[in-house]
Each structure stands twice: as C-alpha cells, then as structure tokens.
C-alpha cells in the first residue's frame, strides 16, 4: 500500500492522544486524520470535536476509524496506555503498558503500513524498543517522542533564567525519558556561547554555576510529577512536542530531535532505545548526530541505557500470530 504523505493516524485518545490530534490539527501539516481509540464512542467524540474547528485552520477530514484504516498513514502515533498516576515513576507503567502493546502491535503488523510509527506512550523507551522489535517495521521508521518534551522544558528554564529567547538556546537532555535522563552541559550555548560565559553576560558570573545546573537538572526532570501531582496528568507540552515532531517528518526537514531511537553500539551502547540528537526525515531517523559529551555524561548515559536494561529484562519479545 503506497503512503499518502497528508495522512496522520493517532491510537489512543486520552488526554496525551487527543491534545496530540489537537495541535497536529492546528499545525495544517494534514488532509486527513483517522483517530482510534479501545472505546470507539471516546474516539468518534474526540474526532467530532476536534474537526468542528477545522474551519477556522485549515480543510481536514478528522475521523474516528479502526486499524484499516492506517495502512496508508504517513505517520502512526501510538499514545494508547495507562497514564502515570500520582506517586507513580514512568517505568511503573511498564507491564500493563507492554500488555497494550502487544495486542496493538499485532494489529500493525497484520497491516504492514510503510510509513513512521512515532511512539509517544510511556515508558516510551522501553515501549519504542518492543515496538520496534515486533511492529515489522524496522528499526529507523519507529521512534518515540523521548526527550523532546525535556528538552524543552530544559531550554525554556533557561530561557527565563536568562532572559533570552528559548530559541536561541541549543541544549539537549539525553538517555531514558525519566528519572535517569542527563542533561548535557558540556555543550550547552546561547548562540555559540558556552553557556557559563552567557551566564557571566548577563550579569550573573557570581553564581554558582554547578548548583544552577543541578538545580535546574532536578526542576526539569521533577517537571512531570508536579505537573501531575496538580492536576493528574500532562498533556499540552507532550501533545506539542508531538507536533513537532510530526513537522519535521511531514516537511522532510532533517531537524536534529533528542527522540528516542534503538541504539546498536552508538555511544557504546546496545540492545535498548533511548534518546540522542537524531536528523529527523521523512523516511525516520537519517542518522544519529554524535554530539560531544564528557566522560561523566557518557558514564551517565551507559548508567541510564542499564537502568533501561534492567527494567525490560523479563519482557518477551518474541512474535506469536
């Protein structure tokens, strides 16, 4: 079935599934939107809702269908899974949300759509790995969503701290999406200036610059969990980070995103997925961009790939039709 380049499919249409669908509406990138959903009424809402407004954006035909559906979808966002719950890390989703998966996973192959399947559930590392490993469609045209989110946030602390356009802010966070993720400060820079000389720019060289960076490392990393602990779930940023990424494959871009891909001794590691600078393409991931890191951010990196390992050891992998 050949791919219709203007056609998004999103499964799974609870908060993170349908405010995706929402700004991927906005973004005007699509002609047509398939939703799917367990519960067929959530999805046929959602869709109603969502296209009553596409008069006032762009023509699109947003509607509630099934795995039929999806064959031709240039992109396959996959959202459906149990949410985290206050308390509750992302890797404590991982049995119930492997169960999902499965039965979703299934489905796709029965399909062999030829298009890219952007992993947004959590824990979406260990989730995009079992994707990769039983969709049937290869390694480079299944991704999660990984740090992008993170990044952002990190970019946007910093963007307030210095008051400087978060676009201007070029920072990645790297590893799991989760607890173990690292923030690379040893390239960080505010448009070519290393970021503790921009610190000294801005009036703030009397700082302690190692307690700043951990200080903002935790806020980004505990963002999450306040978010949740305050209003049970989050859901805007992700749903935005989704659309962006969905940007850079619709245009063809080539823009370099933290998502999380599977790593096959790039940066000594293997066997697992997690997130690193990508170019992001049409076709998926072109290749991974081997920024510069330090010897600790390296250990750290190999210490959050393990903490990956260690949590998907007893997950089957294997494909049973």
């Not at 991927?24 to 109603?48: T, Y």
């Not at 951990?214 to 992700?238: F, L």
């Not at 949590?311 to 049973?320: G, L, P």
Request: with cysteine; glycine share 8%; aromatic share 6%.
């Amino acid at each position: 079935m050949s791919v219709n380049h203007r056609k998004v499919a999103v499964i799974g249409c609870g908060f993170v599934g349908a405010t995706s669908a929402f700004a991927i509406m906005q973004s005007g990138l699509f002609s047509e939107m398939v939703l799917l959903d367990v519960n067929h009424d959530k999805a046929e809402g959602e869709a109603m809702d969502i296209s009553h407004g596409t008069a006032l954006v762009s023509p699109m035909r947003v509607y509630a269908g099934d795995y039929d559906d999806i064959g031709d979808a240039a992109i396959i966002v996959v959202t459906a899974g149990a949410a985290q719950k206050p308390g509750e890390t992302r890797l404590d989703l991982i049995h119930k949300n492997v169960s999902i998966f499965s039965g979703i996973m299934k489905e796709i192959r029965a399909r062999k759509p030829e298009g890219i399947m952007l992993v947004v559930a959590n824990p979406v590392d260990i989730l995009t790995y079992y994707a990769a490993k039983t969709s049937g469609m290869g390694e480079s045209r299944v991704f999660g969503s990984g740090t992008v989110l993170d990044t952002s946030r990190l970019r946007t602390l910093l963007s307030t701290k210095l008051d400087v356009d978060s676009r201007n802010i070029h920072a990645y966070i790297v590893g799991e999406h989760g607890d173990s993720e690292i923030v690379c400060w040893s390239n960080a820079d505010v448009s070519g200036v290393p970021l503790a000389d921009f610190f000294a720019l801005r009036g703030m060289g009397d700082i302690d610059f190692e307690e700043t960076q951990k200080e903002i490392s935790d806020d980004v990393k505990n963002s999450a969990y306040e978010i949740i602990a305050k209003k049970h779930a989050t859901y805007y940023g992700i749903g935005m980070s989704v659309a962006r990424i969905c940007k850079a494959i619709a245009k063809d871009e080539k823009s370099v995103l933290p998502v999380s891909v599977v790593l096959n001794g790039e940066y000594g590691i293997s066997n697992c997925a997690l997130s690193v600078p990508a170019i992001v393409c049409r076709n998926g991931v072109e290749s991974l961009v081997p920024i510069s890191m330090s010897e600790a951010e390296r250990e750290a990196l190999n210490a959050s790939a393990e903490v990956l390992k260690q949590n998907m050891s007893d997950i089957d992998f294997s494909v049973n039709d």
